[in-house]
């Protein structure tokens, strides 16, 4: 692990040895052990040498730049942050805790080690933006988040679920691959609730008491509801004709994926968690909790969801999911099958075809500097599930992809723009590719882009 984390550019920092345990005062979490590294000058700083060099780095209401931007958190005595919400170290604190627990969650439950399953840790920026920024973000070529500070009376965006939201994300690109657009951008959205809630209940911490609800700990007031998505007053809660075809953002779609799945775990109707009524009339639904409906969304995220799939096309991956792990007569089917029609979805939409070709994701323009360390992943899941090969043309001087894991890493040694092609191919024959400009700039100590 400690070979994977150096490959990616994690120098000066030590690995080797039990890593020291480190007390944080959380301002979301409360009083938390974390794990954490030594840097070269003797420094504790917030790397988890246990969870691939998951890391920290305070950017001090910087913007965000992207992989390369400033270093790890750092502290000489290994007790970190005062638990108020304004103090940037324990920012930290709880956006470290969050990570780690999410990438908990993952291994304990479904087998994966990270984001991309290979072992390496995401880096995540606190403090992003101005005083009044007011934002998650993940970044994809980077695997890296972006989270705002507090501001206004609102606590900084690193709660669990909001961090294990976004890191969600990376896992949704890594797999199905699911649109940003119509209702599959509203199934991408939903999965990064449905899995961010399941580590805020696998985390269970006394002071963030695990629940159904979306950020509630950033504002005072959650940003979505999985009981009944219109609470918030803008989502959607049934499953209508033409939804997902007009201007309706992500989130609010998703609301519909998001009761089906409280419903597959929780139930319908009335509990200690909400009130959660069925769609059309459709019978009560009794769910089967947490950890098989989990394990169901992600076996259909990871085996038979497409980046065009629809809400009838979840609806078919999740039964198939749940035939897999369950036995095609079981409960579990049968209630899958209840918990769609509740938000309205019978089977009755027709599925879109799936494509052939990997899909590659768009790389937007780059902007990097000689001499500054790259690391930018592509990203093309293949809707047959087979292995995808990547090559490049046009790539700046000083910069290597591997073809089997698509990650484009190395120190630009010329400056220029350079027209680049990217590709990816499955084993089929099937391909796809993107063009994409890439400045490289002189020798800067930083750079924004």
């Known amino acids: 692990m400690a070979a994977a984390v150096a490959a990616l550019g994690m120098t000066g920092v030590a690995q080797a040895g039990t890593p020291p345990t480190g007390l944080g005062h959380g301002y979301h979490n409360g009083d938390v052990q974390i794990s954490a590294s030594r840097n070269a000058n003797g420094d504790f700083v917030l790397v988890d040498p246990e969870r691939g060099g998951l890391q920290v780095r305070n950017v001090a209401n910087d913007y965000y730049q992207g992989w390369g931007q400033g270093s790890p958190s750092s502290d000489a005595d290994n007790v970190w942050g005062n638990g108020s919400k304004d103090d940037r170290q324990t920012t930290d604190v709880d956006a470290y805790f969050a990570a780690a627990r999410t990438w908990d969650y993952f291994l304990k439950q479904h087998g994966r080690h990270g984001i991309h399953d290979d072992g390496v840790g995401p880096r995540l920026f606190t403090d992003v933006g101005p005083p009044g920024e007011f934002f998650a973000q993940y970044d994809p070529e980077c695997g890296c988040m972006a989270l705002g500070p507090a501001a206004g009376g609102n606590a900084a965006w690193n709660t669990t679920d909001v961090v294990a939201h976004e890191m969600t994300h990376g896992i949704t690109g890594?797999?199905?691959?699911?649109?940003?657009?119509?209702?599959?951008?509203?199934?991408?959205?939903?999965?990064?609730?449905?899995?961010?809630?399941?580590?805020?209940?696998?985390?269970?911490?006394?002071?963030?008491?695990?629940?159904?609800?979306?950020?509630?700990?950033?504002?005072?007031?959650?940003?979505?509801?999985?009981?009944?998505?219109?609470?918030?007053?803008?989502?959607?809660?049934?499953?209508?004709?033409?939804?997902?075809?007009?201007?309706?953002?992500?989130?609010?779609?998703?609301?519909?994926?998001?009761?089906?799945?409280?419903?597959?775990?929780?139930?319908?109707?009335?509990?200690?968690?909400?009130?959660?009524?069925?769609?059309?009339?459709?019978?009560?639904?009794?769910?089967?909790?947490?950890?098989?409906?989990?394990?169901?969304?992600?076996?259909?995220?990871?085996?038979?969801?497409?980046?065009?799939?629809?809400?009838?096309?979840a609806r078919a991956a999740s039964l198939r999911a749940a035939a897999d792990l369950y036995g095609a007569d079981s409960t579990e089917v049968k209630t899958v099958a209840a918990a769609w029609l509740a938000v309205g979805v019978d089977g009755s939409d027709p599925v879109p075809p799936a494509p052939q070709a990997p899909s590659l994701k768009w790389v937007n323009y780059q902007r990097s500097a000689v001499g500054a360390e790259i690391m930018v992943r592509l990203r093309a899941p293949d809707p047959q599930r087979q292995r995808v090969t990547f090559t490049a043309t046009g790539l700046p001087p000083g910069l290597t992809l591997n073809p089997a894991t698509g990650v484009v890493t190395g120190i630009p040694t010329q400056q220029g723009k350079f027209e680049v092609t990217f590709a990816a191919a499955d084993s089929d024959g099937n391909a796809s590719n993107r063009q994409m400009s890439w400045e490289v700039g002189p020798p800067v100590r930083s750079f924004r882009s």
């Open 174 to 313: 890594m797999t199905a691959g699911l649109d940003l657009n119509g209702e599959a951008g509203g199934l991408n959205e939903s999965t990064s609730d449905i899995f961010g809630t399941l580590v805020e209940f696998s985390a269970d911490n006394g002071k963030d008491r695990p629940d159904y609800t979306i950020g509630e700990g950033v504002s005072g007031r959650p940003l979505r509801y999985m009981d009944d998505p219109t609470k918030d007053g803008v989502s959607k809660g049934c499953w209508t004709p033409g939804v997902g075809g007009g201007e309706e953002p992500n989130h609010q779609i998703g609301g519909i994926s998001n009761k089906f799945f409280y419903q597959l775990a929780v139930g319908s109707g009335k509990s200690q968690w909400g009130d959660s009524p069925t769609c059309g009339g459709a019978p009560a639904v009794t769910g089967i909790g947490n950890d098989k409906a989990g394990r169901i969304w992600y076996r259909a995220l990871t085996r038979y969801l497409v980046p065009n799939s629809n809400f009838s096309g």
